[in-house]
């Protein structure tokens, strides 16, 4: 039985950043998927694990990232890359979220940044707030650069599960990258790889039409 449904957030509440990635690099002239092949070299331990832990500010993550960019062959900022992150909301699933949450509990398991003055100025008081707006009507949020651990590490999801108050057989988890549902799954959890809003909802609604 479903008691939990749990959303990643960016890729699945809001658009793509993948897609906002390849736009850039197409701008820029670099390789396609270097933002993401980067982030996922050492990605334990890299700029981007050391961000969404909260072990470093976007400002230090702004000089590693660049340093590990060069690295690669390009200069590219940290902070050009964080704001790609914030991308548009989908409205249909927000649509989801409002109409879930009277029978299940609705979490949202965010990899996400240490808020600081810089991030702030960096995407916008409108942006923020919109996003805030949604994070708002969550049950639950439990973001990782405040838990200090990260999707795919198994400590995170136990840490979640703990604080939603739910066993991870009876939660169902969204996502759009499989390397953070396998561990999920691992768990016990029913997982959902997300491609699209619609796909998502019609997903959703099967598990939950079955459980």
């Not at 998927?33 to 230090?60: C, M, T, Y």
């Not at 940290?78 to 109409?99: C, F, N």
Request: aromatic share 10%; charged share 25%; net charge negative.
């Amino acid at each position: 039985m479903i008691e939990a449904i749990l959303f990643d957030f960016g890729g699945v509440i809001t658009e793509s950043p993948f897609d906002a990635f390849n736009v850039f690099e197409r701008e820029r002239d670099l390789p396609e998927n270097f933002i993401r092949n980067l982030n996922s070299d050492q990605h334990d331990k890299n700029a981007w694990a050391k961000l969404e832990r909260g072990e470093i500010s976007p400002d230090e993550f702004d000089e590693l990232f660049r340093r590990e960019a060069i690295n690669r062959g390009y200069d590219v900022s940290g902070l050009e890359i964080l704001k790609l992150v914030y991308t548009p909301l989908r409205p249909s699933m927000i649509s989801a979220i409002q109409k879930y949450k009277h029978n299940y509990q609705v979490a949202c398991l965010t990899n996400n940044f240490p808020k600081t003055p810089t991030l702030a100025n960096l995407i916008g008081t409108t942006r923020l707030n919109e996003w805030q707006n949604v994070f708002d009507t969550f049950s639950h949020v439990i973001e990782s650069a405040k838990v200090g651990s990260r999707k795919p590490e198994e400590q995170f999801f136990l840490t979640a599960c703990d604080v939603i108050g739910v066993k991870p057989s009876s939660a169902v988890f969204l996502d759009d990258i499989g390397s953070n549902l396998k561990p999920a799954r691992n768990m016990g959890m029913t997982t959902i790889k997300v491609t699209s809003a619609q796909q998502a909802i019609n997903s959703l609604e099967a598990v939950l039409n079955s459980s």
